[in-house]
């Protein structure tokens, strides 16, 4: 067995994209889930958190907000530090999406 490099998961992910902007939407959430596996392998809460927000954004685009929204929000959450970085604003306005289109409240910051 050989060991995967750290940078497979956002390989994955950029695979996704490419996948998803060919029309591909089955091949780039198999991609974006691998990314996202791969990514919590290495306990790589970055890249997980971009993989996820990917997978969330075409999730939400198929009317499955909550499933979304249960996917991100954990990662989300588990950073402490650097919300005004730009993958976590970006995940930060999908929330506030989500939550608008379920009805649900949105997140709460942690406030550490």
Do not use: I
């Not at 996202?36 to 958190?49: C, K």
């Amino acid at each position: 067995m050989t060991a995967q490099p750290l940078w497979d998961p956002e390989f994955k992910r950029l695979k996704g994209e490419l996948a998803l902007r060919a029309g591909l939407d089955t091949e780039a959430e198999d991609l974006f889930r691998q990314a996202l596996d791969n990514a919590a392998g290495f306990d790589a809460r970055p890249l997980a958190l971009r993989a996820a927000t990917r997978l969330a954004r075409l999730l939400q685009r198929r009317g499955e907000a909550e499933a979304a929204a249960a996917l991100v929000e954990p990662l989300y959450r588990s950073f402490v530090e650097g919300r005004d970085l730009p993958d976590l604003a970006d995940a930060r306005t999908l929330l506030e999406a989500l939550a608008s289109s379920t009805g649900k409240p949105a997140h709460r910051e942690n406030n550490a």
